[in-house]
């Protein structure tokens, strides 16, 4: 029996007449790496506040942790629970990090002063430097060790890639992909750098509109979507092809199709078919994500 | 913090007006002056006790630190509660130091006035400034910082009409001229509970908004 | 210590790569039987993958009976892969004259994969991955 960290039923929140969250179900198994994807404007940051109890929910379930999301002003010692990034990664201009970093701790009682000489370093952090005086990157890695420093057993990052160079991606990418077995950690993140999502994610939501238009565990979708490429001897009449063949494309003498489910069964059709060959390819995320924007 | 450049500032202009006011011996027109720096003070203050220490104003949003302070763990109530407090307790001090510059800068005051009234008038103008300062810190909680200020000076002047109109006991500057505690030897009780009563209806509301609010 | 290098991007699923790879450290003799295969974490570290990925990896090779998961002590490979380690020399060597006999009949590269892939549409593998160019 799975228990999930986060879970949304039918969350619906609207802004001045715009559905920005429609109706989105999520669920988020303790221990995993959720990549929550989507298009700018697509709702990620909307149904991060919502979560956060920084708007209130309009209709739909949301709970944290098991607990219903109390909305504005509920919910602290839940917050106590989670490390959080925001999206514009702002904090307090005029305080040094050293001076962020001490005005944190107390709020957090199992705060780990071992992570926190660890992440500055590893994080190349200047403790007397003013926020005001950090580049966005910086400030990016601020936020993270703020948030990783007092053993959460939630992440939820809003786009924590974003802005930072190579190195550092790949220092952040080891330190969250060994949180979940080292600590049982639940990472939640969202981000637009699909390379690095499929990376460390274990499962992942597609979000279009307000509302999810894929999600599941990331291996079994890179099991369930394959490329086909047939080549016909002659040009071939139309073919009805079965269900799964989502984007079928025809140039001349050479089909390619999108399977999105239903493999085996469209390889067969294809070589039932007079004068065809197959060839199989497997598929990025970058073109599942892709291929699910077009087709909503 | 910024406050420091504030109260900075405003220490600055104090003193200048002070030293101008010196050359003149009325001790009155210095005490008018500096009650309304210091009433300015305190609204400017009720800005940046709230703003510079912990952003849950309007002006913030998305845009600035607010996402981050929202997400710790403790309760908006106590968020705002802390940084209002501690703004007044600047305001106090402010207040304070510039009573005892001004006792030490004007002999006239010292000639003119028991020790103890003019005591007595630094506590009336610091429970007086709790208005001013929660006008303004109600201000923040939904309008954005320059706006705010200007709406919580135009409120706090209709208010202190109004108080005027109604009843000697509301009228709030009346504890600064008429019942003054350099003429009465007494503190103004009933002005006083009217200022501390409206500044608490004040911070009442910017807590209810504030907890309410979305970010 | 054996390099292995995955390829987050391609479309195989990570646990499957990692699959591979042993699997072809083992035919290359970089991993013989008994030899230990790098700790969990440390793979997850040097990889940067997610744990639980090499979990999968480590799990489904036990599975196929080519690691042994010991309790407390690791993941080894296990001393029947010998075996197979054979048979793959021999397989290679099956391979490598049927394909330079294919080519001498003029056939070119591209159709003797695709010869190899319609053999493969018949009998149906059990592995969920099916084939991979």
Redesign the interface.
Known sequence: MNDFVIETVGLRRAFGGHLAVNGLDLAVPRGSIFGFLGRNGAGKTTTI?LL?????SGSGEARVFGEPVAG??GN?????R?G?V???K?????MTVGQIIRF?RP??PRWHDDLERRYLEIFNLPLNRKVSALSKGMRTCL?LLLAMSHDAELLILDEPIEGLDPAVIETLLKELAALPAAEGTTIFFSSHQLAEVEQIADRIAIIDRGRNVLAGALDDLKVQYQRLCVVFEREPAPIAWLPGADHVRQDGRTVSILASRNVEAIVEQARSLPGASVERYPVSLKEIFLEHLRSN | ??TRWRLLGMAMYLLIALALSSLNPASTNVLTTLWFMLTFLAISLGGSGVR??A?LGFSEG????T??T????????RLLLVRAVAGMVETAAATAAVACLTWALIPNLRQTAVPGDFARLVITTILYLSAPYCAHVFFTTWVEEPYSMAYATFTLILLLLVGHRLTPATDIVRAFSQASPLLTHRLPWPQLTASVILALILAFAAVQI?????? | MTFFRVSPSSGVPLYLQLMEQVKHAIETGALRPGDQLPTIRALAHELVMNSNTVVRAYRELEHEGIVELRHGLGAFISSSVSAKGKVMRQAQTIVASAVERLRSLGITEPEIRRLFESEFSVSQPESPSGRKQ
């Open positions: 506040r956060l109890g920084f708007l209130r504005p002003d602290a010692a839940l917050r106590r989670i959080y925001s999206e514009n702002y904090m307090y201009p005029y944190t709020f957090f936020m | 913090m910024e510079s220490q952003p998305l845009a600035g630190s996402q981050f929202l997400s710790l763990p403790v309760s908006r109530l504030v907890r309410r609010r979305e970010y």
